[in-house]
Each structure stands twice: as C-alpha cells, then as structure tokens.
C-alpha cells in the first residue's frame, strides 16, 4: 500500500495521494513538503541545490500539471494533480495550524505580507506580528541565522513559505537542517498570493483543471508568458528521464 502511494519521477519521490492525505502526514510527521512546479522542474540538470532540497523533503507533491499530463501519457498511469493552492486550502482549514503563534510565515516583501495577513484575518485567521518574517533576498548559499534564532526561541509547530520556487525549496531544506526541533514545513510558494490578490486571483474551477498558469499568462504575459514558456523543456527531461534524477549538464558534456 506505501508505494502505490508515491511515484518517483525525474528521481523525486511524489507523494500521490490526496491534499488531505498531504496535510495529516505533515500534521502526524512534520518535515518539510515542497511543491515543485514545470519552471522550477526543467532546472534539475542545472540547479544542484534545488535537486538536493527535493531530494531531502520529506513529502513532494505533485502539482505541475504538465509533469502529471506527460507522466501518465508515457507510463499510462492515473496519478492525480494536488496542487499547492489546493494544499494550502486544506492546511487552513486545520485548527492548530489556525491557532494564533502555532504558524509562522515566511514573506517575499512587505506589500504581499500586507495583503496576505489581511486575507488570513478576513479568514478568521490571526497571526501575531512575531510570527510574520519577511524574508531578505537569499543570493547563493542561503544562511540566515536571524530566521533560525526567531524559529528556535517561537518554536512554531508549522512554517509556511510563501517566497518563490527555486528558492523557498533550498530555504525549507536549510530550516530543516539548522532547527533543534521537528515543525512542519509548508513551502507553498504563491498559492496564498493566488487568494489574497497579491497575484491574479486562481478560482477552484481552474486550479482543478490546471490552467493557473494560463490566468498568470494572461494577468502579466511579460513577467510568466517566458516562464511558462521555457517549462517545456520539461517534456523533453521526462522523455528522456522520466523516473531517473536528471544528470547534470557537466555529466552531460563529458560524456
């Protein structure tokens, strides 16, 4: 039953079960649950960090739709898309993830933390000023002692991250790592911004039919049309991959 619970693609191991199965997992386990998406994906022969933060979560799930599309064409399979919007709304509904001080979350800027709180608040949903950071811009290696320190004096039984793909992956890893306790370790990216109007705003009708991406296209073509654009080399990684971590491109050019 444990394996045809996961799926190991492109050499990650995605959790295949649904966002409620997600969430009581982190909730009985904690850890750290990424949520890689197409644009971050096609980096996995050139990111060797982000490969290693995949590689050490504890729970991945799978929410690019075109990874899920090409997957079950080539395996004829039927694993099934939760995407990290669909997460986030099942983590909100937990009361202890509700619970004032028992989440900290971790900002991209003041202006989305703004309209983040706001949207949390009309929720029924109150964070503490403590237990909102604002994350700095994490250049190379990420080191952050101020966020371990906060972390290690608060405590929190959840972290949510809502900084960018690529980066809140390797930042996961690095609490995860650095922390003397076990919290849960939501890296959710956008999917709070997609509720709050911090980005365009995704209804559940589309984020089930995976065209979240479309409605970023459409909402800002010169900030996602590239992005998006440039996930298809995914297609041509699964082809060539599918199951296996994708080498390196200095493998790739010494073969």
Same mark, same amino acid.
């Given at each position: ?19 409620? !199965?997600?969430?009581? !997992? ?27 933060? =995949? ?17 079950? *064409?080539?395996?004829? #399979? ?9 997460? =986030? ?9 509700? @619970? ?12 989305? +933390? ?32 101020? @966020? ?22 390797? =930042?996961? !890893?690095?609490?995860?790592? +650095?922390? #003397?306790?076990?919290? +849960? ?12 109007? #911090? ?7 589309? #984020? ?6 479309? *409605? ?40």
């Amino acid at each position: 039953m444990e394996n045809q619970l996961y799926r190991q693609i492109l050499g990650v191991r995605f959790f295949i079960g649904t966002a409620a !199965q997600s969430v009581e !997992q982190m909730k009985t386990s904690g850890g750290l649950l990424v949520v890689p998406a197409a644009p971050a994906l096609k980096d996995l022969p050139t990111h060797s960090a982000y490969r290693e933060a =995949l590689e050490s979560a504890d729970l991945a799930i799978t929410d690019s739709a075109l990874m899920v599309l090409v997957w079950n *064409l080539l395996h004829r #399979d039927k694993i099934r898309r939760v995407s990290g919007l669909e997460y =986030l709304r099942k983590l909100l509904e937990e009361p202890e993830v509700r @619970l004032p001080g028992n989440t900290l979350w971790i900002m991209p800027t003041p202006a989305s +933390a703004k309209l983040n709180l706001a949207w949390l608040r009309s929720q029924g949903i109150l964070v503490p000023e403590s237990h909102v950071y604002l994350a700095p811009m994490y250049h190379g290696e990420i080191d952050d002692p101020k @966020l371990v320190a906060l972390l290690q004096e608060l405590r929190p039984k959840h972290i949510v991250v809502g900084v960018g793909g690529g980066t809140q992956e390797r =930042l996961g !890893q690095y609490m995860k790592l +650095a922390l #003397d306790y076990r919290p +849960a370790i939501h890296c959710i990216g956008a999917a709070i911004a997609f509720l709050s109007g #911090d980005q365009v705003k995704i209804p559940v009708w589309a #984020d089930k039919m995976g065209m979240g991406w479309l *409605l970023r296209c459409l909402s800002s073509p010169q900030r996602y049309v590239p992005r998006y654009w440039a996930a298809r080399k995914l297609v041509g990684l699964m082809l060539r991959y599918r199951d296996r971590m994708p080498e390196t491109d200095e493998k790739v050019r010494a073969a």
